[in-house]
């Protein structure tokens, strides 16, 4: 599937990013950042993979890596998501308010785009949680060589889920179904507790083996 944010240039990215342009934004580099994470753990698997000293963790080892590139796959497509469900929001907010009818079409497609607009950084933070877990595996079987790249993708899982968080929280200030805020910050803040915890345990496993 061709993303093209992340089939550019990494300058064109960062160089768009700095503009006054409505995307990307903060949900796009939300979701970068945990692919940065899910790449890192995919690197710790790769340089375990084939090793005599890991022979007793090789299937295991192999699965990690399947699933970090399938969450690193997912945050790239997500990437790209978020960028385009902030554009609708954006051109909601440009329709014209001249008649009633105007102003309730206008209200009516702003709250579809802003419960589009929440889902997709709260899809980011399932899959950076992913992250997270994954490099708690990485860290505790991978190749001690590179368990620095596990602690680093657990630090990149935290903050991509504060960050994910965060552009969550600022769409569902203007939705006005209240249920569908309530479960939506009810996972944002399970999915917070359980990234923290797991970076704190990867950080202090890396430490720790690092001596």
């Known amino acids: 599937m061709a993303v093209p944010y992340v089939d550019g240039s990494m300058r064109a990215f960062l160089d768009k990013l700095a503009t006054a342009s409505p995307e990307p934004g903060g949900g796009s580099v939300a979701a970068l ?76 497609r702003m709250q579809t785009a802003l419960k589009e607009a929440a889902r997709v950084p709260l899809a980011i933070g399932e899959q950076v949680l992913r992250v997270a877990r994954l490099s708690a595996i990485a860290a505790e079987i991978g190749n001690v060589n590179a368990v620095s790249d596990a602690g680093v993708a657990a630090l990149l899982a935290e903050a991509a889920a504060q960050s994910a968080a965060l552009n969550v929280k600022i769409n569902i200030g203007w939705i006005d179904d209240a249920e569908f805020n309530r479960v939506s910050w009810e996972r944002v803040q399970a999915i917070l507790d359980e990234t923290a915890r797991l970076r704190e345990h990867v950080v202090a496993m890396t430490y720790e083996k690092l001596g």
Not at 41 to 66: C, H
Not at 71 to 95: F, I, N, W
Request: a negative charge.
């Open 33 to 108: 950042v945990g692919a940065l994470g899910a790449g890192l753990v995919s690197m710790v698997a790769s340089l375990t993979i084939g090793k005599e000293k890991y022979a007793g963790v090789q299937e295991r080892i192999k699965v990690l890596l399947g699933e970090a590139e399938a969450v690193r796959e997912m945050l790239q497509e997500l990437l790209q998501r978020d960028a385009e469900v902030y554009g609708a929001v954006s051109e909601a907010m440009k329709m014209p308010r001249e008649t009633e009818e105007q102003t309730a079409e206008r209200a009516a």
